[in-house]
């Protein structure tokens, strides 16, 4: 029965001194950094005016660097100066930086510490295109936080060490790296650069997220090569390509699209038509407002108001179109509906 | 020994009913730490993004318009900087229907002369009941700004007429004397843009505002109160409205959306038949019938808890109040387990009907009197000497380091994954509240509950008066009386 109530107490002291400690540690970890960031205004100012002075004058500023938190902040002023600064006084900020060892210290510290340290030194790494930093980038875009991962892509696409387009595609196979507006960013620089190569790559093998960001990137060149491969994406067993490519056409901007469009509000699948209405409503189509009065009653509520929105967009036609709607249809729809009529004619 | 005195009976049921009340103590404290793990979990993988300007940049153009709800009833001290607050959010599209629920100060006056409000002519159908609707009026100054003029019914009924009225395909139903942050509704929206056929309500954190610097209707400092009261319900509300929410939302089983600060499909709202007025536990009621109606339907939903967008509420300051809101959250939820009794471990309900239901009948029905019934009977069977003091002073260790861990969790993880409150100090203050919470403002809650139980015992329906302070000026509000 001792042994009984032994176990009761250390359970009970285990308890009390576990969350203690934890939450002893997290105050202490606050205090630290409070006092870190206590002089940071005084000392961002002295580092932006030593950063000046070297690209004006080209003399070699001494900078007070003696923790890693002055690093961080030296880090961030450097790269914000480094935005502004161009040619020779772009040059000498980058050779003091490497006379201070800093592309070391980013090297090692994009590879580990927390997320947010990590993104700042990948960042900072821009500064420095290398072999080794390529290397070094390459190592972090294996990081299982997706965040580290596409962002150390990016800055080795930007030091022009990137992979191609079909190695871009290939990274949007990974979870969640389909959804990223970095990921799309870096593949509609390259689809604008090479149209050609984008349209190839839409007849090869691809993830659904690789072609979703395909289709989309090649949409936004406007190119009008693009609409034919595009029309021919409406009709992909993927319905998230079709969703996409419905997308890319409203995006491509070109009129001659509209009956492919129309036909795309018929799709079984909700984020076609959802697609299909807005590019519509973005083309300013009105001649094809009857094909998005039947998506009035779409099921799907997004669907439903992405149509009404559209029909707003295409004038007299689709407003005259959502009055008759608003007399006809069900009470959810002909709430809506009267809605945006009311507010397209304010 | 008085023990010896004793029936076999008697001491075999004392010890039975102890080892009962224990085994609940301790499954209570389970389910507090198995939540506590999930939220942690879930913070840890889905950080909330720190930015608003990837977020706008990222959802801005998928972004449903919102209507967003705000009953108002006596609230002429405040209503004219709480609703240019509501004007100010940062959202794409969206529109702030308030609704005067027949006020008997000047509440309507003043949004007149506030923002030159116009008689409005807008088609709508009753089809969600409400008391009759006495005008509608737009303002003259900002055209997203609607309110409605309508007969006295209580915070539900104004909450259907403005759904009534809505138009946007998702409303926000909200206190009028609630304060959002500016990017509540962009981060709040976030499930309705990622899953827009699943998901019906979506909720946000409310975190307690007492100690907070205000102005004009806005959070502009985040701090932490020094009335003990209000203390309390800061680690209160992390524990149980962000972190135990949040560990709920994973597992597909929450059962309330704040009526402080919720978004529902308007569609589902009208379809169902809007919130249940006679009840004052409506929010609860509402989310509960929502997971039913879908159960029973068969068809796929989702209820979702975003734990970074916040509205900042006033808590009660005084015993008196917070005892009134207390029990009458209380009968809220027995009204709602009530109700809906038939999902309670019914198979069809799945999670809900197990894990919701159990965890309303464990905590909500019999949770506070067994705690109370825990605080007698032990020291009465210590004095009856059938329970030997080493054993009491265990069983209170054991009881109470599980109330400090479990609120000194929710804490730790509040700061290593939010980081919300700005100074060290104010974590070791809420360290202090964590541990004092637990000798004497838990027990009085369970005081409170029990009155909750009793009065719904009894059927009582008043929701009684709150007094607030008032974020810009000292007032007495009263809060929807009936």
């Keep these: 029965m001792h042994g009984l109530l032994t176990f009761i107490w250390v359970v009970a002291l285990v308890l009390v001194a576990g969350s203690f400690g934890t939450l002893g540690a997290l105050i202490i970890a606050r205090l630290r950094r409070t006092a870190l960031e206590r002089g940071d205004d005084i000392l961002r100012a002295g580092y932006a005016k030593a950063l000046r002075q070297l690209a004006i004058t080209g003399e070699r500023p001494a900078l007070a660097v003696s923790n890693a938190h002055q690093r961080k902040v030296l880090a961030e002023e450097a790269l914000s100066s480094a935005q502004l600064m161009r040619g020779s006084a772009k040059a000498r900020l980058v050779a003091l930086l490497r006379d201070m060892r800093l592309d070391r210290r980013f090297r090692r510290q994009a590879l580990r510490g927390t997320v947010r340290d990590r993104l ?217 509906g009267a809605a945006l009529a009311a507010g397209a004619r304010a | 020994m008085i023990a010896g005195l004793l029936p076999q009976a008697v001491y075999l049921a004392t010890h039975w009913l102890a080892a009962i009340i224990i085994a609940i103590g301790l499954l209570q404290n389970c389910v507090y730490i198995l939540q506590l793990a999930i939220a942690q979990r879930a913070l840890a993988q889905e950080p909330p993004e720190r930015h608003m300007r990837n977020l706008w940049r990222r959802s801005a153009t998928s972004a449903p318009p919102i209507a967003l709800l705000a009953p108002a009833y006596n609230e002429a001290l405040t209503i004219e900087n709480s609703t240019q607050s509501l004007l100010g959010l940062d959202y794409p599209v969206f529109e702030v229907i308030v609704i005067n629920d027949g006020s008997k100060d000047n509440t309507l006056e003043v949004l007149k002369s506030a923002f030159a409000l116009e008689p409005l002519d807008r088609d709508y159908e009753q089809t969600i009941p409400h008391q009759p609707i006495r005008g509608l009026y737009r303002s003259a100054k900002d055209a997203r700004l609607i309110v409605i003029d309508k007969q006295n019914g209580g915070k539900a009924d104004a909450l259907n007429a403005g759904i009534s009225l809505a138009r946007a395909p998702i409303v926000c139903s909200m206190d009028a004397d609630s304060i959002l942050e500016p990017d509540a509704l962009l981060r709040a929206v976030q499930p309705f843009v990622e899953d827009p056929e699943n998901v019906v309500a979506s909720g946000g954190t409310v975190r307690i505002a007492n100690g907070c610097l205000i102005e004009n209707g806005q959070v502009r400092e985040i701090g932490v109160s020094h009335n003990f009261l209000a203390l309390m319900q800061t680690v209160e509300y992390l524990r149980a409205f962000l972190l135990a929410r949040l560990a709920w939302s994973k597992i597909g089983a929450l059962t309330i959306v704040s009526g402080a600060f919720g978004l529902f499909r308007r569609s589902m709202l009208v379809e169902i038949g809007g919130y249940a007025l006679k009840t004052v536990g409506e929010d609860m009621e509402l989310v509960v019938r929502l997971h039913r109606i879908f159960r029973e339907r068969g068809k796929p939903y989702r209820i979702a808890f975003v734990p970074e967008p916040v509205c900042w509420t006033e808590a009660p300051e005084t015993l008196e109040v917070l005892a009134r809101q207390r029990a009458r959250w209380q009968r809220g939820a027995l009204e709602t387990f009530s109700k809906h009794r038939v999902m309670l471990f019914n198979p069809r309900y799945g999670r809900v009907g197990f894990l919701a239901f159990g965890q309303i009948l464990l905590f909500d029905v019999i949770g506070p009197v067994v705690e109370l019934f825990g605080y007698v009977l032990m020291p009465l069977m210590w004095m009856l000497g059938v329970l030997s003091v080493d054993y009491l002073l265990a069983f209170l260790a054991v009881t109470f380091a599980l109330g400090v861990a479990v609120s000194v969790g929710s804490l730790a993880v509040e700061e290593a994954e939010l980081r919300r409150f700005p100074k060290a100090s104010h974590l070791f203050l809420l360290t202090l509240a964590a541990v004092a919470e637990n000798f004497g403002y838990r027990q009085l809650n369970s005081l409170w509950r029990l009155r909750g139980l009793w009065q719904w015992m009894r059927g009582e329906q008043a929701w009684g008066d709150m007094h607030r302070r008032g974020f810009q000026t000292r007032k007495r509000v009263q809060v929807f009386a009936r």
């Design chain 1, 120 to 336: 700042g030194a990948i960042e900072a790494l821009a500064l420095f295109p290398d072999a080794e930093t390529a290397e070094t980038l390459r190592t972090a875009e294996a990081a299982r936080d997706l965040r580290v991962s596409l962002a150390a892509l990016r800055v080795r696409v930007a030091t022009g060490f990137g992979p191609d387009m079909s190695g871009l595609l290939e990274r949007a196979a990974a979870p969640g790296a389909g959804k990223s507006a970095i990921l799309q960013e870096l593949i509609e620089h390259r689809a604008a650069l090479n149209l050609p190569e984008a349209l190839r790559l839409l007849n090869v093998s691809l993830s659904s997220a690789g072609r979703v960001l395909l289709l989309r990137a090649i949409g936004e060149t406007g190119q009008f090569e693009a609409l034919g491969p595009l029309k021919v994406a409406l009709r992909h067993p993927d319905p998230e390509a079709r969703a996409a490519a419905a997308g890319a056409l409203g995006a491509l901007g070109y009129s001659e699209a509209g009956p492919w469009l129309a036909h795309a509000t018929l799709d079984g699948d909700w984020r076609v038509r959802l697609r299909a209405a807005e590019a519509i409503g973005r083309l300013g189509a009105w001649e094809l407002a009857a094909a998005l009065e039947p998506l009035l009653e779409d099921p799907v509520w997004w669907v439903r108001f992405r149509a009404e929105e559209a029909l707003g967009r295409l004038g007299e036609v689709g407003l005259s179109k959502l009055a008759d709607a608003a007399g006809a249809l069900h009470m959810a729809a002909r709430a809506q």
